[in-house]
Nanobody
Framework: QVQLVESGGGLVQAGGSLRLSCAASGRIFANYHMGWFRQAPRLEREFVAIINSNGDSLYYAPSVRGRFAITRDNVKSTVDLQMDSLKPEDTAVYYC??????????????????WGQGTQVTVSA
């Protein structure tokens, strides 16, 4: 089992920044590729970003590329999401998730084994 706890959400004005953090405990964090997802009201949970297990491969959804940055610290067992130039359409509950499969499989939501409880991000216009 891997337990994931997100923090850092809140209310911010458009153009502002937030940094989300996800703390992991349980199994060996460095064995997992880590992703961030988000879910807005009445919409499907969507992929935001992924970082592979050793942190040298990153991928972002087109809607956040150039504004968000995902990082991880395998010593501290944390994965962060720095969000800049926030827009109202970024408003959602943000979830971190751990994927124990192959890196290529972890671009698919259904491949993730463990999920955090989520943290609310609200961007006002």
């Amino acid at each position: 089992q891997v337990q994931l706890v997100e923090s850092g959400g809140g209310l911010v004005q458009a153009g502002g920044s937030l940094r989300l953090s996800c703390a992991a405990s349980g199994r060996i964090f460095a064995n997992y590729h880590m992703g961030w997802f988000r879910q807005a009201p009445r919409l499907e949970r969507e992929f935001v970003a992924i970082i592979n297990s050793n942190g040298d491969s990153l991928y972002y959804a087109p809607s956040v590329r150039g504004r968000f940055a995902i990082t991880r610290d395998n010593v501290k067992s944390t994965v962060d999401l720095q969000m800049d130039s926030l827009k109202p359409e970024d408003t959602a509950v943000y979830y971190c998730a751990a994927c124990g499969g192959s890196e290529s499989a972890c671009y698919v939501r259904s491949s993730y084994d463990y999920w955090g409880q989520g943290t609310q991000v609200t961007v006002s216009a």
